[in-house]
């Protein structure tokens, strides 16, 4: 065999098991929406079981949809962070429709994963990646407030939702940036498959 022969046979090796790898990724970006969607839906009733006003506070729901935005391909988790909250409002009453908080917090949450998932593609760390999906999430929030919520006649001010948004809501902000991060690094190791995107270079 010559080595153009042998070269292009590894060439077609390689091809095939990059088709294997990204074919078996995305089933597990499948497992993991389901997952993480349903963890968004339960983890935010045990917040709410602690005290009212406890959502607010520490944001129980974008943490498993941070976590998946880091974990999965930032299509999947975008799609996933915007059907949650809806999703959640539906069968638990959390968030509520009206006012319009659930669609509010929908853009939000897809902003959080989808941009914290096209960071990681980029191979940015994953502390970088957080910060990128929360700064969207808090943009997208407002741009959500300033025409939809303003066309259901959500009357709140984009000054005091920036406001309420950092100032009441930094436990969420720090449990996103310390614990979310922690447990995506402890699920990379322990994966067959590693991270996603790999390292990066």
Do not use: N
């Amino acid at each position: 065999m010559t080595d153009s022969a042998v070269h292009e046979e590894s060439r077609a090796t390689q091809a095939e098991a990059s088709t294997e790898r990204r074919l078996v990724l995305d089933a597990r970006d499948l497992a993991l929406a389901g997952l993480f969607g349903a963890l968004g839906i339960v983890v935010p009733i045990a917040f709410h079981a602690l005290g009212p006003g406890m959502g607010p506070i520490f944001l129980p729901m974008y943490l498993p949809i941070l976590a998946l935005g880091l974990l999965a391909s930032p299509s999947v988790s975008a799609q996933v962070g915007f059907i949650t909250p809806l999703l959640s409002s539906v069968l638990t009453g959390m968030p509520p429709l009206a006012p319009p908080v659930a669609i509010l917090m929908a853009f939000e949450l897809a902003a959080l994963a989808g941009i914290a998932g096209a960071a990681r593609a980029a191979r940015l760390p994953l502390l970088v990646a957080c910060v990128a999906g929360i700064v969207a999430s808090r943009i997208a929030g407002a741009l959500a407030l300033m025409t939809i919520g303003r066309a259901l006649g959500y009357d709140k001010s984009v000054v005091s939702y920036a406001l309420l948004s950092f100032a009441m809501a930094w436990p969420g902000i720090l449990l996103q940036l310390t614990v979310v991060p922690g447990a995506v690094a402890l699920i990379e190791r322990t994966s067959i498959l590693g991270p996603r995107w790999g390292k990066k270079r």
